[in-house]
């Protein structure tokens, strides 16, 4: 029988969270990752994204509103789209967008390694929330 100390144990967490911290620099350090920053860095530094953003975000909420309220109408949801897809269309936010769905990808990839390994989703898991 073996009793684990209390030593030993803060030593393999301080180990894990070690190779934590390596693993988030590592990320840190992907090409995906240095895209994706680069990409979001833009969209921050746009007068003309962060213009759209607002009113894409404006009418958002009304359409939001308007649903909860049974008064939301086919036109509505329309302008919604129509005011998503200029977002989109914008330089800018459409290089943003593709970087993050890059880096998405390969966090995905990491993700899958870590759950392999543990035998359960790492980052459902990580997320705290109820798996009823």
């Known amino acids: 029988m073996s009793i684990e100390t209390s030593g030993e144990s803060t030593e393999a967490s301080d180990s894990v969270e070690q190779r934590a911290r390596e693993l988030g620099r590592a990320l840190r350090d992907l090409p995906e990752y240095e895209r994706f920053d680069e990409a979001q860095a833009a969209v921050e530094g746009s007068e003309e994204a962060q213009?759209?953003?607002e009113e894409f975000e404006q009418v958002r909420q009304e359409?939001?509103?308007a649903r909860q309220t049974g008064q939301a109408s086919q036109e509505d949801l329309e302008e919604l789209q129509e005011t998503q897809d200029e977002l989109h269309d914008i330089p800018v936010m459409a290089e943003y967008l593709?970087?993050?769905n890059e880096l998405d990808a390969r966090l995905e990839r990491v993700n899958s390694t870590i759950s392999s390994e543990l035998g359960l989703d790492f980052a459902?898991?990580?997320?705290?929330?109820?798996?009823?």
């Open 63 to 65: 359409f939001m509103l």
């Open 98 to 100: 593709e970087a993050q």
């Open 124 to 132: 459902e898991e990580a997320s705290g929330c109820c798996n009823d």
């Open 51 to 53: 213009a759209k953003i």
